[in-house]
């Protein structure tokens, strides 16, 4: 249970009341006092209070108060305290009707006994400012020669940065609760970062293939039939591909394709008794042929100019929201408008049958992709 001082009310009064110190709330004790409790219920105890003066004991202390409007009387009381050297007493009848401010001189303590208060620790916040400590300190590599340099390793961790909790050791901090929890961390993400590892190899030849794959748009598709698992006599395959690469024959590399869209790769080594397994769906034989073009970079360029032009129409947008002429606006949206144009021929390209004498033909991304995929 909480009881607020009788006091209290005194925070919300005259808070519209403020003394500027030069013109305004000017003088003794009793007169600042006197204008700060007018109004409020209270007044100033004239027979009680002290009178507050100079060193020499005989000269009425005047002082100078300053007060912005939203103070109260409660906050002006206290700077007046300060001001004057001097401690208030409240005194409130027992029907509430009077209400009394004694002010009395520091040095003057009398009978009064004193009460030091102090904020009730479960109150008190505490915030640590953290900027100069670290515990987790990333060490940037580099892509060289031999690869990728950097600490992941050397690092026992396997990790690309390093950790450190001495400091909250040293303070306490990091029990050993925490520390347990740290431990299986650590040997946590050290099996999986070796287990990356012993995979990270398979994975970039995974990579390389397929990028080789998509560098190869002539292709020979077999589809194989669900029930005897062999080819069937329809085969598809690129316009431009030779009767003599039609067979598979031994040498020959496979990409066998599964219902869920998952391959395996085999090379032929006996073509009469090559068999497929219950649930291929068909396979693809990529072929290389001189001349064509590399369908990966092709695609690879067409992406990059792609992304060149967009950032050029994040660049006007902003040109365009720091203005407000009607002229400079106008342009702005043309030239949005062109290079949105343009984005849009790179994905569709131009037919060969266009009638613009001024248009080269090109094929168009969307193309390329189907190329490569199909």
Same mark, same amino acid.
């Given at each position: 249970?909480?009881?607020?001082?009788?006091?209290?009310?005194?925070?919300?009064?005259?808070?519209?009341?403020?003394?500027?110190?030069? &013109?305004? $709330?000017?003088? %003794?004790? !009793?007169?600042? @006092?006197?204008?700060?409790?007018?109004?409020?219920?209270?007044?100033?105890? *004239?027979?009680?209070?002290?009178?507050?003066?100079?060193?020499?004991?005989?000269?009425?202390?005047?002082?100078?108060?300053?007060?912005?409007?939203?103070?109260?009387?409660?906050?002006?009381?206290?700077?007046?305290?300060?001001?004057f050297?001097?401690?208030?007493?409240?005194?409130c009848?027992?029907?509430?009707?009077?209400?009394?401010?004694?002010?009395?001189?520091?040095?003057?303590?009398?009978?009064?006994?004193?009460?030091?208060?102090?904020?009730d620790?479960?109150?008190?916040?505490?915030?640590?400012?953290?900027?100069?400590?670290?515990t987790?300190?990333?060490?940037?590599?580099?892509?060289?020669?031999?690869?990728?340099?950097?600490?992941?390793?050397?690092?026992?961790t396997?990790?690309?940065?390093?950790?450190?909790?001495?400091?909250?050791? &040293?303070? $306490?901090l990091? %029990?050993? !609760?925490?520390? @347990?929890?740290?431990?299986?961390?650590l040997?946590?993400?050290?099996?999986? *970062?070796?287990y990356?590892?012993?995979?990270?190899?398979?994975?970039?030849?995974?990579s390389?293939?397929?990028?080789t794959?998509?560098?190869?748009?002539?292709?020979?598709?077999?589809?194989?039939?669900?029930?005897?698992?062999?080819?069937?006599?329809?085969?598809?395959?690129?316009?431009?591909?030779?009767?003599?690469?039609?067979?598979i024959?031994?040498?020959?590399?496979?990409?066998?394709?599964?219902?869920?869209?998952?391959?395996?790769?085999e090379?032929?080594?006996?073509?009469?008794?090559?068999g497929?397994?219950?649930?291929d769906?068909?396979?693809?034989?990529?072929?290389?042929?001189?001349?064509?073009?590399?369908a990966?970079?092709?695609?690879?360029?067409?992406?990059?100019?792609?992304?060149?032009?967009?950032?050029?129409?994040?660049?006007? &947008?902003?040109?365009?929201?720091?203005?407000?002429?009607?002229d400079?606006?106008?342009?702005?949206?043309?030239?949005?408008a062109?290079?949105?144009?343009?984005?849009?021929?790179?994905?569709?390209?131009?037919?060969?049958?266009?009638?613009?004498?001024d248009?080269?033909?090109?094929?168009?991304?969307?193309?390329?992709?189907?190329?490569?995929?199909d």
């Open positions: 249970m909480t009881c607020s001082h009788v006091c209290g009310g005194l925070k919300t009064k005259n808070i519209y009341l403020s003394f500027d110190g030069d &013109e305004t $709330g000017i003088g %003794t004790l !009793e007169q600042l @006092a006197t204008q700060v409790l007018a109004g409020t219920g209270w007044v100033y105890d *004239t027979a009680g209070s002290d009178t507050i003066c100079e060193e020499d004991g005989e000269t009425v202390k005047i002082r100078s108060l300053k007060s912005n409007s939203k103070a109260g009387a409660y906050k002006m009381i206290t700077d007046l305290c300060t001001l050297d001097a401690y208030p007493i409240f005194h009848s027992e029907d509430g009707r009077t209400k009394m401010v004694t002010f009395r001189s520091m040095d003057n303590k009398g009978d009064m006994r004193e009460v030091m208060i102090g904020k620790l479960q109150s008190i916040s505490f915030e640590e400012k953290s900027e100069d400590i670290v987790r300190l990333y060490v940037e590599g580099e892509y060289g020669d031999d690869g990728y340099v950097g600490i992941d390793d050397v690092n026992p396997g990790l690309t940065y390093l950790l450190n909790f001495s400091y909250y050791r &040293e303070n $306490g990091f %029990t050993a !609760e925490h520390q @347990a929890i740290y431990d299986t961390f040997a946590n993400i050290m099996n999986i *970062t070796e990356i590892r012993e995979h990270a190899a398979e994975i970039t030849t995974m390389n293939e397929l990028n794959l998509w560098g190869q748009p002539l292709l020979v598709q077999y589809n194989i039939n669900s029930t005897t698992h062999s080819i069937e006599s329809t085969i598809k395959s690129s316009d431009d591909i030779s009767d003599d690469k039609l067979p024959v031994v040498g020959d590399v496979l990409h066998i394709v599964g219902p869920s869209g998952t391959y395996r790769k090379v032929v080594s006996n073509a009469s008794t090559f497929f397994q219950a649930g769906v068909y396979a693809v034989k990529y072929t290389t042929t001189e001349g064509k073009s590399n990966a970079g092709t695609i690879g360029s067409k992406e990059v100019s792609i992304e060149a032009k967009e950032s050029a129409i994040t660049q006007i &947008e902003r040109l365009k929201r720091q203005t407000t002429d009607p400079k606006i106008a342009e702005y949206d043309r030239q949005i062109e290079i949105r144009t343009q984005i849009q021929l790179i994905y569709t390209g131009v037919p060969e049958t266009t009638t613009d004498p248009a080269v033909p090109t094929v168009g991304l969307y193309t390329l992709y189907y190329q490569a995929m």
